[in-house]
């Protein structure tokens, strides 16, 4: 029970800390997270859309050659 109270005791000097930390660091501009996260969600659906038709081309073959429906 002690330990928890310990534990809980330096909660407040630890967020202190990691703010003081995240003051330092450098953030860039709004315009360039905007920029980075369209640029990853188009190439994530991109590649999503290759590898369903991948899968897609793959399971006509494969079910033709075994017989499948």
């Not at 029970?1 to 709004?30: D, H, N």
């Not at 290759?50 to 079910?63: A, H, I, K, R, T």
Request: aromatic share 10%.
């Amino acid at each position: 029970m002690e330990k928890i109270a310990v534990f809980f005791g330096q909660v407040p000097s630890f967020l202190k800390e990691a703010y003081q930390e995240l003051t330092k660091c450098a953030w860039l501009p709004r315009t360039d997270v905007v920029r980075s996260t369209v640029a990853v969600s188009v190439v994530v659906i991109l590649v999503a859309i290759y590898v369903s038709l991948v899968d897609f081309g793959l399971s006509v073959v494969l079910g033709s050659i075994l017989g499948g429906r």
